[in-house]
């Protein structure tokens, strides 16, 4: 599959959503949870620390397993029949998950410096910040995907978001 979203066919476009972006997000966060408890552990007193880093990382696998789940098995398929009445319900839960999804990228942001690493960083130090770059980079462009193109789709027009 290609990494290019197919933005002018919206059921293509969430496959293109569940292979690229579900998949992936499956895959990074549990490993990125296990370093940063790791380096939490192995850290422990230093300044620079990310405390609390792996209890966001792990609350956010819950969270968005629920989310993508929603969408897998609710959103999406009404999507690839075309919408109806009433979609925009489905949305706004959607949208208010990313929201919260922002937040706590904003948090990770906050307790990682902005992902600087301290000066002598451990290889797992500086092999998780990587793997959070990747995990934030992935996760907005998944967001933006849904939220300026998927969504405003089957959003009554009065109502879409810009």
């Known amino acids: ?3 290019t979203a197919p933005i ?3 059921a293509e476009l969430t496959r293109h959503i ?9 895959e990074q966060l549990p490993p990125l ?3 940063a408890a790791k380096v939490e552990a192995v850290h422990l007193g230093d300044d620079d620390v990310p405390e609390g880093l792996s209890d966001i990382l792990r609350r956010l696998i819950g969270e968005m397993e629920v989310h993508m789940k929603k969408e897998e098995l609710i959103l999406f398929p009404a999507i690839r029949r075309g919408g ?3 979609i925009e319900n489905p949305i706004a839960v959607m949208r208010a998950d990313h929201d919260n999804h922002d ?5 990770i942001r906050r307790l990682t410096h902005d992902l600087t690493l ?5 290889r797992t130090w500086a092999a998780l910040y990587e793997g959070l770059a990747e995990f934030i980079a992935d996760l907005n ?10 969504f405003p789709q089957f959003e009554p027009k009065d109502t879409a978001h810009v």
């Open 33 to 35: 949870a296990e370093m």
């Open 18 to 26: 569940e292979a690229r972006y579900h998949q992936r997000h499956r």
């Open 1 to 3: 599959m290609t990494d």
């Open 8 to 10: 002018h066919d919206a």
């Open 118 to 122: 301290p000066e002598g960083a451990c």
């Open 103 to 107: 937040r706590e990228v904003a948090e």
């Open 141 to 150: 462009e998944h967001i933006r995907l849904e939220n300026e193109v998927l």
């Open 84 to 86: 109806g009445p009433g």
